[in-house]
């Protein structure tokens, strides 16, 4: 899927780190208030191997841009087909709610689901050490 500027984004490429794949939407209140907390535990961990790779269910390209800078995901891998709940990844995923996140180690395995706030850190930390 590709990126907010078009460039085409893959999972396979962060093979070997812990990646959090976050789904969400401008639209989803609950994904924005969870922001700050991928944002905080992205801050702390990502020296140590940690990326976060954001799917949007977005279907305006312009809310979805805005949301990720008002919201500081300042990570490079947001990606988005701007079809809404039938986005590839989700339905690949079986997302049928949002915030949904999937949290995978350095060896491609799911390591967690529905993670939220100090639980993801607590996770990271283990992973991580």
Request: charged share 20%; no cysteine.
């Given at each position: 899927m590709a990126d907010p500027d078009g460039t085409e984004r893959r999972l396979s490429d962060l093979r070997g780190k812990v990646v959090l794949i976050d789904f969400w939407a401008s639209w989803c209140g609950p994904c924005r208030r969870e922001n700050p907390n991928v944002v905080r535990a992205y801050g702390e961990y990502q020296q140590k191997g940690f990326?976060?790779?954001?799917?949007s269910l977005?279907?305006?390209?312009?809310?979805?841009?805005?949301a990720i800078a008002q919201d500081g995901l300042i990570w490079p891998n947001?990606?988005?087909?701007?079809?809404?709940?039938?986005?590839?990844?989700?339905?690949?995923?079986?997302?049928?709610?949002?915030?949904?996140?999937?949290?995978v180690d350095q060896d491609?395995?799911?390591?967690?689901t529905h993670l939220r706030g100090p639980a993801l850190s607590a996770k990271l930390n283990e992973l991580l050490r």
């Open positions: 990326e976060v790779f954001s799917v977005d279907k305006d390209a312009a809310r979805w841009k805005s947001h990606v988005s087909d701007l079809n809404g709940w039938q986005n590839a990844a989700a339905r690949s995923y079986g997302v049928s709610s949002i915030p949904h996140v999937v949290l491609g395995i799911i390591a967690a």
